[in-house]
């Protein structure tokens, strides 16, 4: 038998049918909900006369549209109000499981599917948001949908889908202290370009990804899509089984007692043969990598912290250029100006990248015994569930914030795309954990530069974007 | 769905790359539950000068009097044209809704991204990939027709998978077959897989011996 990819093991396991011009119904294992790309596929199954083909293969949660302060007020802004009581409604209405605001478990929709062993290895999981690339960390391909698609999936269970063409990104070595999933990612987008994947199904392999924790890999994987990868994915190993099995929090959906020793035997077999062909073979040096700041408009606009903003004299290629010259007139920043120097008005730890509770661990190491810098406005930290909330909390991890000055929130998604009341007003400048830069992503003519929680939280207590190695071990 | 077979229009240039969902629809939009009405506020935060809000009547606003859709010549334009990786970011189709709701029947570059591409053939809206010299060809003539005041036509035939200049060149295009048979007839995808509804329960019933986990 051929040797055959993660990607290619996990496409095959779900072919329903192929047809002859190379597509495919693919079978979807999983399918999340949240307010904001459901309400108009629900509307359309009613116009349709539809049911769900399978209730229980969809999970629902409201994350976008959330208040992060104050939730015994309710959602004060009538429009998102609605939308969240319209998911509501249509999980009621459906039989559809629904974790709603109150709920302990609710939280961001990618952080809470492998939190509660929702999303588990060899899966296909989709939901109508483009992070879904998210879940491929535990060797499960998993993409991002369309509300038609939504529709499609909770009336058939399935995709017509096309198989894209698979790409191994390798990270060789090891990165060195101090250096994040969300570094590796951001490197490996510096070098692709943010249209690299377009096409592809990424799999990450190497040291460097082998060392990260699931955790790790679900930050690499939620980026995959920043490359233009619809899906990103890991390799199954022990970490995976490890963290399927007794992972910090929740795992209701995880299989037990003989399903568990099956499901293991499954899914040791969810990686790439030796010997198996990608299209395409991307490398980096892990040595090479260091702590990462974007200074544009576009994941791809990124540098190491100790480089200069780039200048776009240097660019040949004109569209590129001109892209630079919008970029940096955008963002306020001069060319060649050191990225050590600039400095930041507000500060975001969050999103489905990293909110994770080895993010807030590694946020409170460096906030621990400082406190936020006096230029610095606000610093937000906002947890991915309220089980992660919860399990910091044991750990005392809210007390290191909320000394150094920085706010404790309850989960969203919160200023990573600012839908609620969490923003940054125009021209304010964030250092964030989220994962886009795009203009007025944070607010109208906001300012962002994503960064790891280590360099996030450097940056608050400093002021401005700091290596943060150089506090590590000062304190 | 809208069928697509023929459709001869106005061309607006995007020239930018990498135009983002974000900027097609800001997100304050996406608070809605309905499928129209997207239109108004298609590439909001550069059309107008003040900031939108779902809560604020456009009419109220202040046009940016640069901005290309603002712009005399391109008003009743059809056909969006744009620079590489149109459509990246987020999956949201009220990008796809709100080019539709304003009257655009199909967007020409060199790339787009993969969830808005596929989004867009869920609307009826034809995603139209072009080289790269076609499409500096296309941004070029367009910008010498502007310059004699005549706007820039293309004809678009999904049938030959053919792009027509005002000139007469005729630019041909790839398109899955599946995808192109669906659009010209109009076909619902929801009801064309549950024909296929027997083969979705063997396949489970497979599953389930092998995988009782997943159930
Ligand atoms: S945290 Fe941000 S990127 Fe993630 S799902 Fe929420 S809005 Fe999207």
Known sequence: MAAKTLYDKLWDAHVVRAEEDGSALLYIDRQLLHEVTSPQAFEGL??????????????????????????????????????????????????????????????????????QGATLPGMTIVCGDSHTSTHGALGALAFGIGTSEVEHVLATQCLVQKKSKSMLVRINGAVGAGVTGKDIVLAIIGKMGTAGGTGYAIEFAGKAIENLSVEGRMTVCNMAIEAGARAGMVAVDQ??????????????????????????????????????????????????????????????????????????????????????????????????????????????????????????????????????????????????????????????????????????????????????????????????TSNRNFESRQGLNSRTHLVSPAMAVAAAVTGHFTDVRTLMGEA | MEQFTQHSGLVVPMDRP?????????????????????GPNLFDDWRYLDPGDPAIDNATRRPNPEFVLNLPQYQGSTILLGRENFGC??????????????????????????IFFNNSFKNG????????????????????????????????????????????????????????????????????????QDSIKAYEERRKVEAPWLF
């Open chain 1, 239 to 432: 970490k995976t089984i490890d963290f399927v099995e007794n992972g910090t929090v929740g795992r209701t959906y995880a299989p037990r007692g003989d399903d568990w020793e099956k499901a293991v035997t499954a899914w040791q077999e969810l990686h790439s043969d030796a010997g198996a062909e990608f299209d395409a073979v991307v490398e980096l040096n892990g040595a090479d990598i260091a702590p990462q700041v974007t200074w544009g408009t576009s994941p791809e606009m990124v540098v190491s912290v100790s480089a200069k903003v780039p200048n776009p004299a240097d660019e040949s290629d004109d569209v590129k250029r001109s892209g630079m010259e919008k970029a940096l007139a955008y963002m306020g920043l001069e060319a060649n100006a050191a990225i050590d120097s600039i400095g930041v008005d507000k500060v975001f730890v969050g999103s489905c990248t990293n909110s994770r509770i080895e993010d807030l661990r590694a946020a409170a190491e460096v906030a621990k015994g400082r406190s936020k810098a006096e230029s610095v406005k606000q610093v937000l930290i906002v947890p991915g569930s309220g089980l992660i909330k919860q399990q910091a909390e044991k750990e005392g991890l809210d007390k290191i914030f909320i000394e150094a000055g920085f706010e404790w929130r309850d989960p969203g998604c919160s200023m990573c795309l600012a839908m609620n009341a969490d923003r940054l007003e125009p021209e304010e400048r964030c250092a964030s």
């Open chain 2, 89 to 114: 970011g987020s999956s949201r189709e009220h990008a796809v809704w709100a080019l539709t709701d304003y009257g655009i029947r199909a967007v020409i570059a060199p790339s787009f991204a993969d």
């Open chain 1, 46 to 115: 009613r116009l349709a006369n539809r049911s769900p083909w399978r209730v229980d293969a969809n999970l629902a949660v409201p994350d976008h549209n959330v208040p992060t302060t104050n939730r015994e007020q309710g959602i004060v802004d009538p429009v998102a109000r609605t939308q969240v009581e319209t998911l509501d409604q249509n999980a009621d209405e459906f039989g559809i499981t629904e974790f709603k605001m109150g709920d302990i478990r609710q939280g961001i929709v990618h952080v809470i599917g492998p939190e």
């Open chain 2, 18 to 38: 990498n135009v983002d969902t974000d900027a097609i629809i800001p997100k304050q939009y996406l608070k809605s539950v309905k499928r129209a009405g997207f």
């Open chain 2, 125 to 196: 809206l034809l995603p139209i990939t072009l080289s790269e010299t076609e499409i500096d060809q296309l941004f070029q003539e367009e910008a010498e027709g502007c310059q004699l005041n005549e706007g820039y036509q293309l004809s678009i035939d999904l049938d030959a998978q053919t792009v027509t200049t005002p000139s007469g060149t005729a630019f041909s295009f790839e398109i899955d077959a599946f995808r192109k048979y669906r659009l010209l007839n109009g076909l619902d995808d929801i009801g064309l897989t549950l024909q296929q």
